[in-house]
């Protein structure tokens, strides 16, 4: 694998930029997607893992993300545990019936993966032989599979989901449980065949109160994650829970490797009381994605300064993308704006350790100049490039720096680095723009 910057983000280990990638990224908005969906109903492209792949692969090679997430669908699930599932064009997917007793319960099984969602399973294998990123392989939480196997009325508010957990509360338990298993077993199946890492939707988990929310979604997502955490250890977990972000302590003590937030969280305040134990993803609001690529840049640029310089953020939406998303607003985030890019970094480390002044060092200097002369230099590369001299010289240096924006630079940035007593030392990259 070439590059694994999105498995180490996860992981909390050294990384040189900010890995991306978007929830929904094989979708709707892309025409190569559009041209596959003209000539297949959405349903044949989920089961037919050659057109699977090939979908999955469509951002990765396009945007240009740090990872993929396979093409399919939370429901196929809960079809494999006994619903037909139908697609309404129009209307979004529907059961042939709904689960509203012990009966209904009795009637669905826990499917072996390995036949009755072989599809994904071979999806997954023959992805990972044409792609050099990590591959995330994903499922509905149990609580929102719950209300969409309950839900006959397919309304938002999922109030007959809400009703059966109130008037039924056993009832509910029971089919949680069941559906638990399934997940955890798809999952598990999905990280066999070869998912480098799971993500866990829990896209409705925000409509319930804390109590019920504890109960009814949470508990039975611990369950998964310790599950998968007893056979894979090593395997990043992710947990989007949307709607939830007054609940964070309690989401980061599932157990899981990264929180994916929405957009209504200040992501300063997700780092700051996930006290580094876990990563964060997000959170950058869809909706910005129609907008303007000024506007676009912009976001995007003040949520990697929110969060700040670190090994654990992995730049993502607050929730998948919109279908109406132009294509060059999402390359704007795949080609680097959203990444961080460090071509500051890299520029300010060569510049210490130019052979030219070798045997000289700034380590220990109580006083360094430096001065940035390049197009469009962002605070955040700023902020990384201090991060890389005080690592040489401590915290109590006496750092100052200028800033020269030239329109003439292109893609140039020029770093020169001063320290007290020691010989100028100059490098100018050019800027990487390589989207992988």
Known sequence: ??????????????????????????????????????RYDFLTMIKTPELASEITIQPIEIIGVDAGIIFSDILVLPEAMGLKLYIDEGKGPRFERYIQSESDIANLCIPDPTEKLKYVLNAIELTKRNIDVPLIGFAGSPWTLFAYMVESEQEKDFKNAKLLIYLKPKLAHKLLEKITLAVSDFLIAQIEYGADAVQI???????????????????????????????????PVILFSKG????????????????SIDWTFDIKKAREKSHEKISIQGNLDPVILLSEPEIVAHEAMKILEKYGIGNRHIFNLGHGILPDTPVENVKVLGTGVARGEHRAVEATQKAISNPLIEGLSIVGAKGVLVNFVGKGISGNELRDAVKVITEKTGEDVNLIYGVVDDESMNDELRVTVIATGLTTSTYSPKKNTNPV
């Open 201 to 235: 939707f829990d896209t409705w988990g925000g409509i319930l109160s804390y109590d019920e929310f504890k109960e009814f979604s949470l508990k039975y997502i611990a369950y998964v994650i310790e599950r998968i955490k007893s056979k894979f250890d090593e395997i």
């Open 244 to 259: 939830t972000w007054q609940w964070i302590e309690e989401i980061i003590n599932t157990g899981c490797d990264v929180i």
């Open 1 to 38: 694998m070439k590059n694994d910057i999105f498995l180490k983000a996860c992981k909390g280990e050294k990384i040189e930029r900010t890995p991306i990638w978007i929830m929904r990224q094989a979708g709707r908005y892309l025409p190569e997607y559009r041209k596959i969906r003209q």
